[in-house]
């Protein structure tokens, strides 16, 4: 999550004299960030099997990263990928849109981590640690695979949407087929290139393990799994999947269809996950199946309208605050064994689910708005 997708309803907010026309809203796919985000907090505390036959689809919680970086580069080309294509776009108002949208939140998650640093320390050479400590506040741990994870593990994939954004005004400008055909041809060479770097893992399989899951572990796999480049296909991907949405109605029963094939196909593959390549289901093969998720959901059609219910919207809004923060709020939470002082620890794990949304919620509307709304005004007097 980070990456979670931009901002609420899919449509990032922007300066008032940046002077950009707003595209139509997409409830629907801030409706469905509410799963994505909840999946990835249930991929990381609990057990897949208390949850019926949804285990497969939690045991590959972390395809729901991959979905949100492809929505994100969705996103983003939906928004502003007009723009930039006429010059409208000012690329400096971009970066700071998007740095006040994300730093905050990002901030309050390494105040929160101080409870880590002592076991950082340990766990890292002297010279390791104190590169950590420089450049996980630069959005830059990413780049070295055994700091991904440092004090922060959700916190890895803020570096790669940082590149990912840094590089955006460009890609935004790239041409767009005029038909849908060379269009697809395009995306599915994106699709293949995605795919690459787990194939060639798989191939060549530079770590020697015999088998290759979710808690595997090797030098190479880290770089696979944490490191920015890998994921840029399925970010790319989604800036191009904004292209092939200008091509098709948002009424009509098509978008349904892709919608719903989109969702079972997922959840089939998922199913089978255990016999799949992890390298490969980790970042690349979902991506055409996310695609149809995404433009179903941003059609009008009962589907978007369930995904659009607003408690699920109101959720999503805050699904950036509840991935970046989750982690270190549930050691938090249970490492002060609050819950059994207050006796409520029977309700465990799922009440400690339900303060996570609600820690959330106040994190989006006290910590995340109120600190862009000053950021963006301190920046707005600097010009």
Same mark, same amino acid.
């Given at each position: 999550?980070? &990456?979670?997708?931009? %901002?609420?309803?899919? =449509? ?20 469905? =960030?509410c799963f994505a985000a909840l999946n990835i907090v249930f991929f990381h505390f609990s057990d897949p099997n208390w949850f019926g036959f949804l285990a497969p689809v939690i045991n590959a919680g972390y395809a729901s990263v991959s979905y949100f970086i492809l929505l994100s580069g969705f996103v ?8 930039? @294509?006429?010059? *409208? ?6 970066? *700071? ?7 905050? &939140? ?12 002592? %076991? *950082?320390?340990? %766990? +890292? ?15 830059? $741990? ?12 959700? %916190?890895?994939?803020?570096?790669? *949407?940082? #590149?990912?954004?840094? &590089? ?10 005029? @038909? ?9 060479? &994106? ?30 796999? $880290? ?29 009509? $029963? ?6 719903? #094939?989109?969702?079972? /196909? ?5 199913? $089978? ?8 289901? +980790? ?26 219910? /607003? ?26 064994h609050l819950l059994d002082k207050l006796g409520l620890n029977k309700f465990d794990p799922w009440i400690s689910y339900v303060l996570l949304i609600a820690m959330a919620v106040a994190a989006l509307h006290f910590v995340e708005k109120p600190a862009q709304k000053q950021l963006r005004r301190v ?5």
């Amino acid at each position: 999550m980070s &990456v979670p997708a931009p %901002a609420a309803g899919g =449509r990032p907010k922007v300066h008032a004299d940046e002077n950009l026309k707003k595209p139509a809203r997409l409830p629907a796919l801030t409706g469905l =960030r509410c799963f994505a985000a909840l999946n990835i907090v249930f991929f990381h505390f609990s057990d897949p099997n208390w949850f019926g036959f949804l285990a497969p689809v939690i045991n590959a919680g972390y395809a729901s990263v991959s979905y949100f970086i492809l929505l994100s580069g969705f996103v983003m080309a939906y928004n502003y990928s007009h723009k930039a @294509r006429t010059g *409208e776009l000012d690329t400096v108002r971009f970066w *700071e849109a998007r740095f006040t949208r994300l730093f905050p &939140v990002y901030l309050l998650s390494l105040l929160l981590a101080w409870q880590m640093v002592p %076991a *950082e320390y340990g %766990a +890292h050479s002297h010279r390791m640690f104190w590169t950590g400590m420089v450049l996980t506040p630069l959005l830059m $741990q990413g780049w070295v695979p055994e700091l991904a994870t440092f004090l922060n593990t959700p %916190a890895w994939t803020m570096s790669a *949407e940082a #590149f990912f954004y840094t &590089v955006f005004p460009w890609m935004a400008r790239w041409k767009r087929p005029r @038909r849908i055909k060379p269009h697809l041809l395009k995306m599915t060479a &994106v699709w293949a290139l995605g795919m690459t770097p787990g194939v060639v893992y798989v191939l060549l399989n530079p770590d020697g393990l015999g088998y290759v899951d979710r808690w595997s572990w090797g030098a190479w796999l $880290q770089v696979l799994k944490f490191t920015p480049l890998p994921h840029l296909a399925s970010f790319v991907f989604g800036v191009m999947l904004a292209g092939l949405d200008e091509h098709l109605p948002r009424k009509g $029963q098509l978008r349904l269809l892709l919608g719903v #094939f989109g969702f079972v /196909a997922t959840f089939v593959v998922l199913t $089978q996950s255990a016999s799949l390549p992890y390298p490969v289901m +980790h970042d690349g093969l979902l991506m055409p199946l996310f695609g149809c998720i995404i433009l179903g959901l941003a059609g009008k059609n009962w589907l978007a309208s369930v995904f659009g219910w /607003a408690p699920l919207v109101f959720i999503g809004e805050a699904s950036y605050c509840l991935y970046l923060l989750h982690f270190n709020m549930w050691n938090m939470l249970h490492q002060s064994h609050l819950l059994d002082k207050l006796g409520l620890n029977k309700f465990d794990p799922w009440i400690s689910y339900v303060l996570l949304i609600a820690m959330a919620v106040a994190a989006l509307h006290f910590v995340e708005k109120p600190a862009q709304k000053q950021l963006r005004r301190v920046m707005h007097l600097w010009r």
